[in-house]
């Protein structure tokens, strides 16, 4: 038996990223399975307002194994590494402290190789913080062999400390009938209208400029509804809206809870994520567990977690995105065909199989 760390920081956000969704329903899984190890749960300092959002004792269904909160931050908590045998950090940089043995998952390292994705100062230190955690981690856990052969190749990590454990889906709380996606599609997009779903920050990375490039060619009838925030190279995005007279087409939502995401992906009469680079791509496996059609990147990580249940498109293809997108909508056969095998393929991801591999690393480093 041994007491293993994790760095829960992330999931205690309000709003979570993919990696906040990653941290919390990786951690409930875990303390479900049988094992004979305990674990810590730590948060950094600064979450401390947010401890309502913390897991706790008790809080998990199905928690068959026992599990502690700790807040942690240099130099205070300078005791916790002499409290667990093992750290796993969960966000892809080192802990402040050095423990014994280490794990970390790297997400993607979009740092290193997107030089046009983020502002100088952030790609410098999330790359060093990178480069410093794989350094120091026994074992890399990374969710896509699109990103194994980016950490070989661009952090020099050797091939034999990555373990590719693939994330998992939840299927919809609520499942709604035909007529219920109808009616949530047209009080979205209007009576009438085909409604293009898009999950992610506005930002260079999502290739959203693309998106509505594509759009402006597509009949008047399709609208797009952007779901997410505001990131690096917004600005671009909302003057080319503006620019564009697209405005009427196109629907900012901003965040939204995990309740109306589910309802905007069964509602939609197509998913498109023609991201530029993806360490796996949670909201491609969210549209197909929802029974959306998918079309997607073909480069990065997308095609391998789409597998044959999503059209692919050249990201940089304006027209290529509007060509597949209206084939997934008006392509009837071609249609209920993308459904049933992104409805199949999702299936294929849940969160017991990545907790288990973890679960799996977790024993490989503590023997070593």
Known sequence: MATIALDATYSADPQLT????????????????????RFLICYRLSRLGRRQYFMRPGGVPGARVRFDVRVYQEPLT?????????????AQRPPAFHFQKEIVTVFDIFPITGQTYSTPDFLKKFSALLREAVERAARVITSSHATERQLIEHAQVPPEKIRVIPLGVDPPAVVLSPDDRLRERERIAGPGHEMILSVGVLQTRK??????KALATLPAKYKLVLSGGNGYGSEAIHAFIRSGSLGERVKLLGY?????????YQASSVFLFPSLEEGFGIPVLEAMAAGAPVVTSNVSSMPEVGGEAALYVDPHDPADI?????QAVEDLPLRASLIQKGLARAAEFTWRRTAGATLAVYDEVLNL
């Open 207 to 212: 290739n959203t400029l693309n998106m509505l």
């Open 256 to 264: 939204v809870d995990d309740a109306q995401l589910a309802r905007l």
């Open 78 to 90: 300078f005791w916790l590494p002499w409290q667990a045998q093992l750290f796993h950090s969960l």
């Open 18 to 37: 993919g990696i906040g969704v990653y941290s919390r329903r990786l951690i409930e899984t875990l303390v479900t399975l049988d094992t004979p190890h």
């Open 322 to 326: 509007a060509q597949k997108v209206v």
